[in-house]
Structure formats: structure tokens, C-alpha cells
């Protein structure tokens, strides 16, 4: 089944040690996103991928960042981990072809800052 | 700036029974579309049903529906005949139209829909 996967589902680090969170599709979908989603918040969008066209949310801390390599893979690098980038970090995926553009999201990973 | 409110931070319902969770929006563009997603304990956030701001007719899917009331800028979700497993996070997005070919969404803060047997 076409679907959109994220890996690890549950990553624990160390204060300040670099992380990197992976996504991919297969969906085949031209735009892909990252959201932050703390406890009992909704999902906050922190930038997004048009094909290969890279758009940071004004508010992103430079600590995140993003690339994507090709169609299929998106990842999200956090350079320096805090306390309070503890969160569930969603990847989702959208094709402008589609009727309703609606998002489709991965199952989340589950990030943990010790 | 487009803003979602969700009112119910938490509601309850009895297995079998319907329930409607609030949704209201404020936008100034005439086109938009609106989206409710379901997102269970495991977290993955699932698509359950749109309404676009010029469809006349309210959007269904299954034991979903929306009550879209244009004018009062409200988008209730209805869920008939509730199972255990609708348990879950409710949230509500809107598309801003603004943000051109990629879509932006927001989303609302959510409400926590516990099915009881």
C-alpha cells in the first residue's frame, strides 16, 4: 500500500547531540512537510519541501533543519537538541494533482531529549 | 490571518450513540476548504473528510459528516453510531488559499472524544 513512513518511531538523545529523523513516500506526492506537535497541541508546521524548493515557517528555530534528496525521502536534522524539542515530529505528504490536497501523515516520531 | 477554534477540549459519548464536535473558523477569502483529521493515542494523524468552501452539499464519509453553515463559519463534525475505536484526538484544519501551490493548513487545538461501552 502507498503510504508515508517515518523512522525511527521512537528516538531518545542527548542534550545538545545531533539528531536526524527520516521520512519517507511512496505516494509520489511533490510536496512533503514537517510538523512539531507537542503535548496536547495541535501540529505546528516548521517548513515544508515544493519538489525540491525549500520553505522554513518564519518561526523554525535555526536548531531544525531540513533536506531532501530526492522525490521520496525527507529528513529533518535537529543540530543541537533541547529540552523543549521533546515532541511527536510528523511527516506529511500532499499532491497539488489531487482533488482536495489533503495531507497525508506518517505514524510520527516520538522524540525524547534527556 | 486564518484562525480554527475547537471549544471542546474533551467530550464523552456512549457507544452507539452520535455526537457533534464543534468546529468555527474565521477567514476573509471566499475560497478555502476545510478538513477534520482523527489521530489515536499512536499518533498518526488519519484524513477523515473535506468540505470545500463552494460545495453546496454537506460532505459525508461513511459514519462521518460535516454540517457546514457557511454563514455562521462553522464546520461541525458528526460521527453516527460511535465505536470504541473513535476514541481519539479530533482536530480541524482549514487550507489557506494564500499560501499558493503547497497548501498550508491550519489546524485547531482538538478535541478528545472518549467512546465509553
Known amino acids: 500500500d502507498a503510504m508515508v513512513i517515518q523512522n525511527p518511531r521512537y528516538q531518545v538523545t542527548q542534550f545538545g547531540k545531533p539528531v536526524t529523523l527520516s521520512c519517507s513516500q511512496t505516494l509520489n506526492h511533490n510536496v512533503m512537510y514537517w510538523y512539531q506537535q507537542k503535548s496536547s497541541q495541535a501540529p505546528k508546521l516548521l517548513f515544508h519541501?515544493?519538489?525540491?524548493?525549500?520553505?522554513n515557517e518564519a518561526d523554525t528555530p535555526d536548531n531544525f533543519q531540513s533536506r531532501r534528496p530526492n522525490t521520496s525521502f525527507c529528513f529533518l536534522d535537529i543540530r543541537s537538541p533541547g529540552l523543549g524539542d521533546a515532541a511527536m515530529y510528523l511527516c506529511?505528504?500532499?499532491?497539488?494533482?489531487?482533488?482536495?490536497?489533503?495531507?497525508?501523515f506518517g505514524p510520527g516520531t516520538r522524540l525524547t531529549v534527556l | 490571518a486564518q484562525k480554527i477554534t475547537q471549544t471542546q477540549p474533551g467530550m464523552f459519548v456512549q457507544e452507539k450513540e452520535a455526537v457533534t464536535l464543534d468546529c468555527t473558523y474565521d477567514?476573509?477569502?471566499?475560497?478555502?476548504?476545510l478538513f477534520w483529521y482523527k489521530q489515536p493515542s499512536s499518533g498518526e494523524m488519519i484524513f477523515l473528510i473535506y468540505?470545500?468552501?463552494?460545495?453546496?452539499q454537506n460532505a459525508t464519509e461513511g459514519r462521518y459528516s460535516l454540517n457546514f453553515q457557511k454563514a455562521r463559519k462553522s464546520a461541525n463534525l458528526v460521527i453516527s453510531a460511535s465505536q470504541l475505536g473513535d476514541s481519539a484526538m479530533y482536530f480541524c484544519?482549514?487550507?489557506?488559499?494564500?499560501?499558493?501551490?503547497?497548501?498550508?493548513?491550519?489546524f485547531g487545538t482538538g478535541t478528545k472524544l472518549q467512546v465509553i461501552p
Open positions: 506529511a505528504t500532499s499532491s497539488l494533482a489531487d482533488g482536495y490536497n489533503e495531507q497525508f
Open positions: 519541501y515544493y519538489d525540491k524548493d525549500f520553505n
Open positions: 477567514t476573509s477569502d471566499q475560497s478555502y476548504g
Open positions: 468540505q470545500g468552501s463552494y460545495d453546496e
Open positions: 484544519a482549514m487550507r489557506d488559499p494564500s499560501s499558493g501551490g503547497y497548501q498550508k493548513v491550519t
